[in-house]
């Protein structure tokens, strides 16, 4: 917030065509801060937020060590079938033995983390205003966009996973998320991303970490 007062205090230095602009964003700014610290509040205060948030970093350095760190292993004939060359390498097997690149891997730039955040509290809250608010991530290519909605994707979806406690409870492992894109090539490639995000989550339920079980069925997605 003190990044957001500097500010605030040299609109009076701009140009006088330039104020009504600049107050209205530092009001965003504003509002955008107030989200975030809801979301820390959440996180402190809920434990199954915090145990939600907890599994979808988890999922997602997996996911990084599956996309980043992993060699594509070459197909090849062995006389009955294509199978891949090599030795297989497991990302949780490497986050294990502490062989992760933590160069490239493991650490979130600030935008990204803010925008979870702030997130929070519209994903989890069924009556929140937040839940009227349509959030632009708006960076160049290869800044990290796609991090940041597959966490928060991730978050929601363990969120509801731990939402089951009875058998009565409504069905919370159906459809939780869509996703729309506008180029096919771009389609390819973020489907790829998002089914290593799948797999990590999968991983997890299937071999239970120390953060506890998670309820429901297969994480699974589709193409259409």
């Known amino acids: ?32 801060s107030e989200r975030i610290y809801s979301g820390i509040k959440l996180l402190i205060e809920n434990s199954t937020i915090r145990k939600s948030f907890k599994y979808a970093n988890l999922s997602m350095l997996l ?4 996309s980043k760190q992993l060699k594509r292993r070459p197909l090849s ?6 199978a891949p060359e090599n030795k297989h390498q497991n990302p949780w097997t490497i986050l294990e033995k502490n062989l992760e690149d933590k160069n490239n891997i493991g650490s979130w730039r600030a935008f990204q983390m803010a925008f979870f955040l702030m997130s929070i509290k519209g994903t989890t809250e069924d009556t929140s ?3 009227e608010i349509v959030d632009l991530v708006w960076f160049p290519t290869g800044g990290g966009k796609t991090e940041a909605y597959l966490v928060l994707m991730s978050f929601y ?13 409504p069905r919370r492992d159906g459809t939780n998320i869509l996703m729309r894109y506008t180029l096919r090539m ?20 299937r071999n239970p970490a120390s ?13 259409w």
């Open 129 to 131: 205003n937040e839940r």
């Open 211 to 223: 953060l506890g079980e998670i309820n429901g069925n297969r994480f699974s997605l589709g193409l």
């Open 63 to 66: 996911q990084q060590i599956a």
């Open 186 to 205: 771009l389609t390819t490639q973020q489907f790829e991303r998002a089914a290593n995000l799948i797999c990590a989550m999968e991983f997890l339920r």
């Open 77 to 82: 004939w062995n006389g009955n079938t294509f």
């Open 1 to 32: 917030m003190s990044k957001i007062k500097e500010k605030e205090i040299e609109i009076q230095t701009l140009p006088e065509k330039f104020r009504k602009i600049a107050s209205h964003h530092i009001k965003d700014c504003k509002e955008c």
């Open 157 to 169: 979806m363990f969120y509801e996973r731990f939402q089951i406690k009875k058998a009565e409870s």
